[in-house]
């Protein structure tokens, strides 16, 4: 499925096709990265995923909810007219990942790894690309402590990625608040830097306020 940057309906009858599997051998891991029920036995899962997709090129997230940026390893977005040598505009791309992940859950401490895998290839659009293919990769690194269950928490990660257009790596931390004692709100303070992005697109440090309703 795929959406269009100036609609908020579907525009192609372009497919997604993913899957994902994990195991959990020593009961239920849970919703999300925290472990904000403290629990007293500790858990771990190990998973991994892929998805394939052949989609329109989107600078511009527009009001669906599907719409993506797809940025290189340098943080310019791939649609961007010229990023993928002078005078080419992208039209169409296939876009393939995968990956892997671990996490950790115990007495309000909780551990989280994910690394992925990207190719991104099938170019189609004007102009002489500079390459066929592209391939990146990259992990994110997340430890959190709910030091008032269901309450507060504080935690810190860090993420890179690598591939041809440079190296990124965004590292910080932050505090969380759940609102109503539960993961369907919550208001977050998060401080985030970046290091070696090279985009103007892109600012290297900012800090973050915000409240999340989930349903």
């Not at 007219?81 to 296939?94: R, S």
């Not at 004007?126 to 507060?152: M, Q």
Request: charged residues 20%; negative net charge; aromatic residues 14%.
């Amino acid at each position: 499925l795929q959406g269009d940057w100036s609609s908020d309906v579907c525009s192609s009858d372009l497919m997604a096709w993913a899957g994902n599997t994990w195991w959990e051998p020593f009961g239920p891991f849970g919703l999300g990265y925290s472990d904000m029920e403290c629990r007293d036995d500790p858990v771990v899962r190990f998973g991994t995923s892929g998805t394939f997709a052949r989609t329109q090129a989107i600078i511009f997230p527009g009001l669906n909810p599907e719409d993506t940026i797809v940025r290189l390893s340098d943080g310019t977005p791939l649609a961007l007219p010229g990023a993928l040598g002078d005078g080419t505009k992208l039209d169409q791309y296939q876009f393939h990942l995968a990956t892997i992940d671990a996490g950790w859950k115990h007495n309000g401490w909780s551990a989280n790894f994910e690394y992925y895998f990207r190719t991104l290839n099938g170019f189609r659009g004007t102009g002489t690309f500079s390459r066929s293919s592209i391939f990146d990769h990259g992990g994110l690194a997340y430890l959190a402590w709910c030091f008032v269950p269901r309450l507060y928490e504080v935690y810190g990660r860090s993420s890179a990625v690598t591939g041809p257009y440079g190296t990124g790596q965004e590292y910080g931390g932050g505090f969380n608040w759940y609102v109503n004692r539960s993961r369907q709100a919550r208001f977050t303070i998060k401080g985030l830097r970046s290091e070696e992005h090279t985009s103007e697109l892109q600012s290297p440090c900012n800090l973050v306020c915000r409240l999340l309703l989930e349903k």
